[in-house]
């Protein structure tokens, strides 16, 4: 059987090297033939700019030997491509995923995608007309804790949502470098987007309930010479009535990321580390009021973007064949994203913001 090929569309960006370093995994069913970025410059060096420091500064040297573009249509013309990975800059890859789709590729895309909601809404309503399988790298749906706690929440052991809790902490602007793209205009939007957006997702995924209203305050708390957010604080409410709080923050002077999520319900509490180790707490029996149930989880150590993605590329591959939805869909991604429009509206005016939602739910 004949491998499928796929173009590496956008190797300027902070997880390039890892997903295609997770492609490699897939190489008896998967040939990755050809290279874009939109600058030339990068096709010299096939290297990013900036990079994730858990991952490769460059491709490897093998990849010199596939052709390289700097024009996406010029690409598509001259490659029959089956798949495409999209790692391209929030400002490119909506008209990328539109060009591709309008092509009959399907994608798998590294979130945020898009700056908003609506970038990212009309490039996924153009795969869905073209009927092409998008998936997206929201990576916390394909990792045991918060599978688990989904299971939990869905098997009815929270009971009805009455609060959620969503920390995380990472490296500061200055040790990722405030020239980093992330804290620039292609990116668009800071921590919130371009981290916040697995943990927004997550607490409505694994809650089943949509957020619709949010009230939030951003900064620049590290007084770095940036364009977007470092910090950012909001308050949500869910369609059940329950409320939430997030967090995020550009803080520890080196590198490393701490956080955790956590759900509260009548029936118990769920707590999700960082690390995805879960520990859920409910009532006991008379000889012990309080029930607890830790899991801990052991992190298979395959390089590239991790275990997770792996999960993600056979899912999407599965998908393709079976002509399904993934475990990810791009509509999933926009839900997120309108949360976090809403959430940049709230911490600019100063009021509170309904969420705007133009699908249905998830």
């Given amino acids: 059987m004949s491998r499928l090929r796929l173009g590496v569309v956008g190797i300027d960006h902070y997880h390039s090297t890892g997903w295609v370093e997770s492609f490699e995994h897939f190489a008896d069913l998967i040939e990755i033939v050809a290279l874009y970025d939109p600058n030339p410059e990068i096709g010299t060096t096939l290297a990013p700019r900036f990079h994730d420091p858990g991952l490769s500064p460059a491709l490897d040297p093998k990849y010199r030997a596939l052709p390289f573009y700097f024009d996406l249509g010029t690409m598509l013309a001259e490659q029959r491509l089956d798949l495409a990975l999209v790692t391209s800059l929030n400002r490119d890859a909506p008209a990328a995923i539109e060009t591709l789709a309008r092509a009959g590729v399907h994608i798998l895309a590294d979130k945020p995608v898009a700056r908003t909601a609506s970038e ?67 990116m668009g939007r800071g921590i919130l987007s371009w981290l916040g957006i697995h943990d ?92 607890v149930e830790e899991r801990h989880y052991e992190l298979a150590e395959v390089g590239g973007y991790g275990a997770g993605s792996l999960i993600q590329i056979q899912d999407w591959l599965d998908a393709i064949r079976d002509r399904r939805d993934p475990m990810v869909t791009g509509e999933d991604l926009v839900r997120a994203l309108e949360v976090i429009d809403a959430i940049y509206e709230s911490a600019t005016s100063g009021q509170r913001i309904r969420v705007t939602s133009r699908q249905g739910p998830g």
Wanted: hydrophobic content about 40%; charged content about 20%.
């Fill in 200 to 291: 927004v997702d997550a607490l409505q995924w694994i809650s089943g309930e949509p957020i619709v209203e949010v009230q939030a305050m951003t900064a620049n708390v590290g007084g770095q010479a940036i364009e977007v957010e470092d910090a950012v604080s909001a308050s949500l409410r869910y369609a059940g009535g329950g409320l939430g709080t997030l967090h995020f923050v550009n803080a520890f002077p080196r590198p490393g990321s701490d956080g955790y999520m956590a759900f509260r319900g009548e029936k118990g509490s769920i707590r999700i580390e960082y690390t995805g180790d879960l520990v859920w707490r409910g009532s006991g029996d008379r000889r012990d009021p309080l029930m």
């Fill in 120 to 186: 990212a809404r009309r490039a996924f309503a153009t795969a869905r007309t073209a009927g092409v399988t998008v998936t997206v790298g929201l990576g916390k749906r394909a990792s045991a804790g918060w599978l688990d706690a989904r299971r939990m929440v869905a098997a009815g052991r929270l009971g009805k949502l009455y609060s959620t809790e969503a920390l995380f902490t990472t490296s500061s602007v200055l040790v990722r470098n405030p020239t980093n793209h992330l804290f620039h205009d292609p």
